[in-house]
């Protein structure tokens, strides 16, 4: 950790020190004075300790020379960079307002209008960035920073690209390596948590982490760093309608916060396709507001950078919310064939009790309650059917084929390679379904 500096030091021969800002995950912020231009900087010191010496160096001097090659009205203004002694510094320009961790905390969630518009500022950023292409890696609540206008609207402003890389550049170049997880764990992407290659898709899975928990005051999941890792890679996020039913969100910008937060990369909106349908959302809610229609989410309302708006968003009841909840704990599924054991481990992390079910086994007397077969057998699967339980068949079923699987009672087709949430959802849907046809026989 570096010495903390005092008010009246100087850094780099023109930098006046006149008080701390706080501290990131690299290093110390100041609010200093140019002494050459008279204006207010922010200026940020690396810690001596952060990795060793030479990469740690060359990483903030690479963070200063990215930032300032994003020239973008949401991304923060790069001054000057240098060294002093010691020191490693970053003067950069000095905002006014606050995190948008801090806004949360203190405002629960926030409109609709609100969390959609500052959404699509940081997706234009992305568009910008992913062309250089400039990846963040690391965007989270802590990183974008807020301001309200002349007129009351909220700015964003991205902060803190020290986690970022430009694919393909040398100075600007990558200097995390594959394989080492680097970020936020409840802002990471699936292929971050699993230490893969992380392109432009994952700071849209960023965003849609952040776009959720300004929707509803919570994160996508919850639970220790490794818990939610696995959860991140594994488990299917539950629905912002289905976590807060109450709510009134519109169903196409559901779908598109679940597909921001899809598992696959490619299953993810680009940032542009992103800001279309963020722009088709409001154009859906500006239509439903001309009709008349008295939600409490639709209007937008001020939140005031220091004091407490007059009119805060609702509550979330938190029993409500976890009654809401898709509850998948003590689902038993019978497992037929060989399967990954990744997807074994990804059906316990989603809640689902899986155990092997041997050819010929009555999955009731296994006390099941759907059954996961890879079999192509049509007598197998005709007796498994007649079992009442719901059978799920990974298979790749050409048209016609599909249609004898249903024929024979099959109530789900999954096509490999099998993802886990997919999987879970596939299960989960045909035992609801299941479960209410029997209640509408008794």
Same mark, same amino acid.
């Given at each position: 950790?570096?010495?903390?500096?005092?008010? !009246?030091?100087?850094?780099?021969?023109?930098?006046?020190?006149?008080?701390?800002?706080?501290?990131?995950?690299? !290093?110390?912020?100041?609010?200093?004075?140019?002494?050459?231009?008279?204006?207010?900087?922010?200026?940020?010191?690396?810690?001596? $300790?952060?990795?060793?010496?030479?990469?740690?160096?060359?990483?903030?001097?690479?963070? +200063?020379?990215?930032?300032?090659?994003?020239? /973008?009205?949401?991304?923060?203004?790069?001054?000057?960079?240098?060294?002093?002694?010691? /020191?490693?510094?970053?003067?950069?320009?000095?905002?006014?307002?606050?995190?948008?961790?801090?806004?949360?905390?203190?405002? !629960?969630? =926030?409109?609709?209008?609100?969390?959609?518009?500052?959404?699509?500022?940081?997706?234009?950023?992305?568009?910008?960035? &992913?062309?250089?292409?400039?990846? /963040?890696?690391?965007?989270?609540?802590?990183?974008?920073?807020?301001?309200? #206008?002349?007129?009351?609207?909220?700015?964003?402003?991205?902060?803190?690209?020290?986690?970022?890389?430009?694919?393909?550049?040398?100075?600007?170049?990558?200097?995390?390596?594959?394989? =080492?997880?680097?970020?936020?764990?409840?802002?990471?992407?699936?292929?971050?948590?699993? $230490?893969?290659?992380?392109?432009?898709?994952?700071?849209?899975?960023?965003?849609?982490?952040?776009?959720?928990?300004?929707?509803?005051?919570?994160?996508?999941?919850?639970?220790?760093?490794?818990?939610?890792?696995?959860?991140?890679?594994?488990?299917? *996020?539950?629905? =912002?309608?289905?976590?807060?039913? #109450?709510?009134?969100?519109?169903?196409?910008?559901?779908?598109?916060?679940?597909?921001?937060?899809?598992?696959?990369? +490619?299953?993810?909106?680009?940032?542009? +396709?992103?800001?279309?349908?963020? /722009?088709?959302?409001?154009?859906?809610?500006?239509?439903?507001? &001309?009709?008349?229609?008295?939600?409490?989410?639709?209007?937008?309302?001020?939140?005031?950078?220091?004091?407490?708006?007059? &009119?805060?968003? *609702?509550?979330?009841?938190?029993?409500?919310?976890?009654?809401?909840?898709?509850?998948?704990?003590?689902?038993?599924?019978?497992?037929?064939?060989?399967?990954?054991?990744?997807?074994?481990?990804?059906?316990?992390?989603?809640?689902?009790?899986?155990?092997?079910?041997? *050819?010929?086994?009555?999955?009731? !007397?296994?006390?099941?309650?759907?059954?996961?077969?890879?079999?192509?057998?049509?007598?197998?699967?005709?007796?498994?059917?007649?079992?009442?339980?719901?059978?799920?068949?990974?298979?790749?079923?050409?048209?016609?084929?599909?249609?004898?699987?249903?024929?024979? $009672?099959?109530?789900?087709?999954?096509?490999?390679?099998?993802?886990?949430?997919?999987?879970?959802?596939?299960?989960?849907?045909?035992?609801?379904?299941?479960?209410?046809?029997?209640?509408?026989?008794?």
């Amino acid at each position: 950790m570096a010495h903390e500096l005092r008010p !009246g030091m100087v850094i780099g021969e023109r930098y006046v020190i006149t008080g701390k800002l706080g501290e990131g995950g690299m !290093g110390q912020v100041y609010r200093a004075t140019q002494q050459n231009l008279r204006r207010e900087v922010a200026l940020k010191l690396l810690d001596s $300790g952060v990795l060793d010496v030479a990469t740690g160096h060359r990483r903030f001097l690479r963070e +200063a020379r990215v930032a300032a090659a994003l020239r /973008h009205p949401h991304a923060v203004e790069i001054y000057d960079v240098g060294t002093d002694g010691s /020191h490693v510094f970053i003067a950069m320009e000095l905002l006014s307002g606050e995190v948008l961790r801090d806004l949360l905390e203190r405002v !629960g969630c =926030l409109p609709l209008d609100e969390a959609i518009d500052l959404t699509l500022q940081v997706a234009d950023l992305l568009v910008a960035a &992913h062309a250089m292409p400039l990846i /963040h890696r690391d965007l989270k609540p802590e990183n974008i920073f807020v301001e309200e #206008d002349r007129d009351g609207h909220l700015r964003a402003r991205v902060m803190d690209f020290g986690l970022a890389f430009i694919e393909g550049g040398d100075e600007t170049g990558r200097l995390t390596k594959e394989g =080492l997880v680097v970020g936020t764990p409840a802002f990471l992407s699936p292929e971050q948590a699993q $230490g893969g290659h992380v392109g432009p898709p994952s700071d849209i899975y960023s965003l849609g982490c952040v776009l959720y928990e300004m929707l509803t005051g919570q994160t996508v999941f919850r639970g220790s760093q490794m818990n939610i890792l696995t959860q991140h890679i594994y488990v299917a *996020p539950t629905s =912002l309608r289905e976590r807060v039913p #109450d709510a009134g969100f519109p169903a196409d910008l559901d779908d598109l916060v679940m597909r921001m937060l899809a598992k696959r990369p +490619a299953d993810r909106p680009s940032a542009e +396709a992103l800001m279309e349908e963020l /722009h088709l959302v409001q154009g859906t809610l500006a239509g439903q507001r &001309h009709r008349g229609r008295d939600d409490r989410l639709l209007g937008t309302r001020r939140h005031r950078m220091i004091s407490v708006p007059a &009119h805060p968003p *609702p509550k979330i009841d938190q029993e409500a919310v976890e009654q809401a909840a898709p509850e998948l704990e003590g689902f038993q599924v019978g497992v037929q064939g060989e399967f990954p054991d990744e997807l074994w481990f990804g059906m316990a992390s989603n809640g689902l009790y899986a155990e092997r079910l041997e *050819p010929g086994q009555d999955p009731r !007397g296994a006390l099941c309650d759907a059954v996961l077969t890879n079999t192509d057998d049509p007598r197998r699967l005709s007796e498994l059917a007649a079992t009442g339980v719901p059978v799920i068949v990974a298979t790749n079923a050409r048209a016609d084929e599909l249609a004898e699987l249903l024929r024979l $009672g099959v109530n789900e087709v999954l096509a490999p390679p099998l993802e886990a949430d997919v999987v879970a959802r596939k299960i989960r849907r045909a035992v609801e379904r299941s479960r209410r046809r029997m209640r509408r026989r008794r």
